[in-house]
């Protein structure tokens, strides 16, 4: 056979052993180039080590479709970088020309109602769908185990985000913008010890002013998408190595005629869920279905392919990647992109929008953050003291940051875990309320 | 139709990139105010004095009246009530918007999150954690002056 025959049949093979193999039966049949391309592959193979299957799980309700939402956060992320550096090309971060540039942008600029537009309303739909991502990963508890650092490089990515948009919403230089401003980095000088120095770092001065604008302009163009892009590049990294979990009420389950008891199944658990025992017939693999959290962790470990997710005794089904589940996704990417549209076709209608320029000298009767601020912007003001304030704020950041530390074991089934999902609902609830509430008020 | 469709989809987007924006434009104001933007070019403002005082024209401040201006970037509030000419820093203490006085209710308001200050600038309702900041003035011969610090 042809080095490059080898190549594919070992390419096609699904185990990491035929993978390893690809490179070496590619340089005894003398072609280096085939043998540097099995080893990328191999490579490749052991980062994306669901991909190297080349089938994923298949949606079984309408619900499911909610896990391509971190498929639609990609995209409208890229989609923010690139109409942001097409607006960096007109904007002027200087307070006596930001507004005026900011504003040109949609009336002379040809298209450039279109972009800023969408930059505006891809933000805040950006958000939307992080945190709808955020609140499907966590109804199944999808964070545990060899999830939680996707759990906590999601959250890095969330808090970026927001604090993107935070700095965003300064730059057009308007009533709002700058009010949000004073209000939000003077919330930070509750903080004990630091707060007073901190407001200061982020003001570039005791007042917003000039310099605030260019902190925030170099914020927003280079550090924060700099940081986005590095936890962007370490989540999609660590989803790949996992693959997506599996159904919540799935087990893992090995056949033991396939396995060989070699234990790379017991050691990959988190769960303690797998065990390898000496029976009749040697050193079999046995799992607790109890505990098994359907990981799928054992299932990529095993050398011998030899475990399966299964349900009521039936295998969970599964798809090829593509195009059938390239193409599932690129529908949610659509209904992403398809509600941006009509974002902006009616943003600027239902915006504050930016109409008024920034005047330092007068507040204006009711300042209002982005939406997603609107929550936390409510407690401050309910909450008899801003530090008060500041730390229930900090407590529930806390909360969610750590939920994978705070609940490691369990079954996942919404069912079998009430008093979470009470609380789950509760919170929701809590933000939708206070969201509103901030919104009419 | 896919050539013309790229050349029509390349000119949309030259367009985008060539177009001149507010740069070409003359802007209207100084450049350089860099804490204040358009705002301070019109109406009444703080003259300052060699002795690092601050000093308003009076016929500036009818009474009956406040005014928000600035020394140098920090806002403050003149009111010319019953008690003569006073003057407090406008910024609340609770999370930095800029309070009104309102003469009916004789006191300071805070559009924000309601914070009020009796005339003396005391906390009497709201969030607020402190009381603001009074300056001293000189109201003498047409001449407010205001005292920093
Ligand atoms: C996570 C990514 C980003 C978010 C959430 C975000 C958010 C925002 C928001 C909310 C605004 C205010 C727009 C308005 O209210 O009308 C804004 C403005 C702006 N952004 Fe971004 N942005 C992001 C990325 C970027 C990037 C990567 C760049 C450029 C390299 C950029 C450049 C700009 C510029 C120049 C403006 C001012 C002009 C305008 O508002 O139209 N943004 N951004
Ligand atoms: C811009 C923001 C984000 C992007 C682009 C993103 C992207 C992704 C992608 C592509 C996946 C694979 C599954 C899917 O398509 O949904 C995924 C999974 C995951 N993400 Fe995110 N994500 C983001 C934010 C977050 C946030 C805010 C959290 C939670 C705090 C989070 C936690 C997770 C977890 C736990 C998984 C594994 C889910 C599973 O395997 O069932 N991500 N993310
Ligand atoms: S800023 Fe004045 S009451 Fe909050």
Request: net charge positive; proline share 7%.
């Given at each position: 056979?042809?080095?490059?025959?080898r190549?594919?049949?070992?390419?096609?093979?699904?185990?990491?052993r035929?993978?390893?193999?690809?490179?070496?039966?590619?340089?005894?049949?003398?072609?280096?180039?085939?043998a540097?391309?099995?080893?990328?592959?191999?490579r490749?193979?052991?980062?994306?080590?669901?991909?190297a299957?080349?089938?994923?799980?298949?949606?079984?309700?309408?619900?499911?479709?909610?896990?391509y939402?971190?498929?639609?956060?990609?995209?409208?992320?890229?989609?923010?970088?690139?109409?942001g550096?097409?607006?960096?090309?007109h904007?002027?971060?200087?307070?006596?020309?930001?507004?005026?540039?900011?504003?040109?942008?949609?009336?002379?600029?040809?298209?450039?109602?279109?972009?800023?537009?969408?930059h505006?309303?891809?933000?805040?739909?950006?958000?939307?769908?992080?945190?709808?991502?955020?609140?499907?990963?966590?109804?199944?508890?999808?964070?545990?185990?060899?999830?939680?650092?996707?759990?906590?490089?999601?959250?890095?990515?969330?808090?970026v985000?927001?604090?993107s948009?935070?700095?965003?919403?300064?730059?057009?230089?308007?009533?709002q913008?700058?009010?949000?401003?004073?209000?939000?980095?003077?919330?930070?000088?509750?903080?004990?010890?630091?707060?007073?120095?901190?407001?200061?770092a982020?003001?570039?001065?005791?007042?917003?002013?000039?310099?605030?604008?260019?902190?925030f302009?170099?914020?927003?163009?280079?550090?924060?998408?700099?940081?986005?892009?590095?936890?962007?590049?370490?989540?999609?990294?660590?989803?790949?190595?996992?693959?997506?979990?599996?159904?919540?009420?799935?087990?893992?389950?090995?056949?033991?005629?396939?396995?060989?008891?070699?234990?790379?199944?017991?050691r990959?658990?988190?769960?303690?869920a797998?065990f390898?025992?000496?029976?009749?017939?040697?050193?079999?693999?046995?799992?607790?279905?109890?505990?098994?959290n359907?990981?799928?962790?054992?299932?990529?470990?095993?050398p011998?392919?030899?475990?399966?997710?299964?349900?009521?005794?039936?295998?969970?089904?599964?798809?090829?990647i593509?195009?059938?589940?390239?193409?599932?996704?690129?529908?949610?990417?659509?209904?992403?992109?398809?509600?941006l549209?009509?974002?902006?076709?009616?943003?600027?209608?239902?915006?504050?929008g930016?109409?008024?320029?920034?005047?330092p000298?007068?507040?204006?009767?009711?300042?209002?953050?982005?939406?997603?601020?609107?929550?936390?912007?409510?407690?401050?003001?309910?909450?008899?003291?801003?530090r008060?304030g500041l730390?229930?704020?900090?407590?529930a950041?806390?909360?969610?940051?750590?939920l994978?530390?705070?609940?490691?074991?369990?079954?996942?089934?919404?069912?079998?875990?009430?008093?979470?999902?009470?609380v789950?609902?509760?919170?929701?609830?809590?933000?939708?309320?206070?969201?509103?509430?901030?919104?009419?008020? | 139709?896919?050539?013309?469709?790229?050349?029509?989809?390349?000119?949309?987007?030259?367009?985008?990139l060539?177009?001149?924006?507010?740069?070409?434009?003359?802007?209207?104001?100084?450049?350089?105010s860099?804490?204040?933007?358009?705002?301070?070019?019109?109406?009444p403002?703080?003259?300052k004095?060699?002795?690092?005082?601050?000093?308003?024209?009076?016929?500036a401040l009818?009474m009956?009246?406040?005014?928000?201006?600035?020394?140098?970037?920090?806002?403050?509030?003149?009111?010319?009530?019953?008690?003569?000419?006073?003057?407090?820093s406008?910024t609340?203490t609770?999370l930095?918007?800029?309070?009104?006085?309102?003469m009916e209710d004789?006191?300071?308001?805070?559009?924000?999150?309601?914070?009020?200050?009796?005339?003396?600038?005391?906390?009497?309702?709201?969030?607020?954690?402190m009381?603001?900041?009074?300056?001293?003035?000189?109201?003498?011969?047409?001449?407010?002056?205001?005292?920093?610090?």
């Amino acid at each position: 056979m042809s080095a490059r025959g080898r190549f594919l049949e070992a390419a096609a093979g699904l185990t990491s052993r035929a993978a390893r193999r690809a490179p070496v039966e590619a340089a005894r049949a003398g072609s280096l180039f085939w043998a540097w391309l099995g080893r990328t592959a191999a490579r490749a193979r052991a980062v994306g080590r669901e991909i190297a299957t080349g089938t994923t799980l298949a949606p079984e309700r309408w619900t499911d479709y909610l896990d391509y939402t971190g498929t639609a956060a990609a995209v409208l992320l890229v989609l923010q970088a690139a109409t942001g550096v097409l607006l960096a090309l007109h904007y002027e971060p200087h307070p006596s020309l930001a507004f005026a540039s900011f504003s040109a942008v949609g009336t002379e600029v040809p298209y450039g109602l279109l972009v800023s537009g969408l930059h505006a309303a891809g933000a805040r739909l950006l958000i939307l769908v992080g945190m709808v991502h955020l609140l499907r990963v966590a109804w199944t508890s999808s964070y545990r185990g060899p999830r939680a650092g996707h759990w906590y490089t999601g959250v890095a990515l969330l808090s970026v985000m927001m604090l993107s948009g935070f700095s965003g919403y300064l730059l057009p230089w308007g009533q709002q913008s700058f009010w949000a401003c004073v209000v939000g980095t003077e919330a930070a000088g509750a903080l004990p010890v630091v707060g007073k120095a901190l407001v200061h770092a982020l003001r570039g001065g005791p007042e917003v002013g000039g310099p605030t604008l260019t902190r925030f302009y170099l914020f927003h163009v280079f550090l924060f998408p700099l940081a986005v892009a590095g936890l962007l590049y370490w989540h999609i990294q660590r989803v790949w190595r996992t693959g997506v979990s599996g159904p919540p009420d799935a087990t893992a389950r090995p056949d033991p005629k396939a396995c060989r008891g070699c234990g790379a199944c017991e050691r990959t658990c988190a769960f303690s869920a797998v065990f390898v025992k000496t029976g009749q017939e040697g050193r079999r693999a046995e799992v607790d279905e109890a505990a098994c959290n359907a990981c799928r962790a054992c299932v990529f470990a095993c050398p011998a392919g030899a475990v399966a997710l299964v349900r009521d005794n039936a295998p969970v089904p599964t798809e090829p990647i593509f195009p059938h589940n390239v193409l599932r996704r690129s529908a949610a990417v659509l209904a992403a992109l398809l509600v941006l549209f009509a974002g902006v076709y009616f943003f600027r209608g239902l915006a504050v929008g930016h109409k008024v320029p920034a005047d330092p000298l007068s507040t204006p009767d009711r300042i209002k953050p982005d939406w997603y601020f609107l929550a936390p912007y409510q407690v401050l003001k309910i909450l008899p003291s801003e530090r008060w304030g500041l730390f229930a704020l900090l407590a529930a950041f806390g909360l969610v940051a750590a939920l994978p530390a705070l609940d490691k074991k369990g079954p996942r089934r919404p069912e079998d875990r009430p008093v979470f999902i009470r609380v789950f609902q509760a919170s929701v609830a809590v933000f939708v309320v206070l969201t509103v509430w901030g919104w009419l008020s | 139709m896919g050539v013309a469709g790229a050349m029509a989809a390349g000119w949309s987007v030259l367009r985008f990139l060539f177009a001149s924006g507010p740069k070409a434009h003359s802007m209207p104001g100084g450049a350089f105010s860099s804490t204040v933007g358009s705002a301070e070019t019109s109406g009444p403002s703080l003259a300052k004095n060699p002795d690092g005082s601050w000093s308003l024209d009076a016929d500036a401040l009818p009474m009956g009246q406040s005014l928000v201006l600035s020394m140098s970037g920090v806002p403050v509030l003149i009111l010319h009530g019953n008690k003569g000419v006073r003057a407090f820093s406008a910024t609340c203490t609770h999370l930095g918007c800029l309070v009104r006085f309102s003469m009916e209710d004789n006191q300071f308001q805070c559009p924000c999150h309601g914070g009020k200050y009796d005339e003396n600038g005391r906390v009497v309702a709201g969030p607020p954690p402190m009381d603001l900041k009074e300056y001293r003035v000189d109201a003498d011969d047409g001449d407010i002056r205001i005292f920093p610090v």
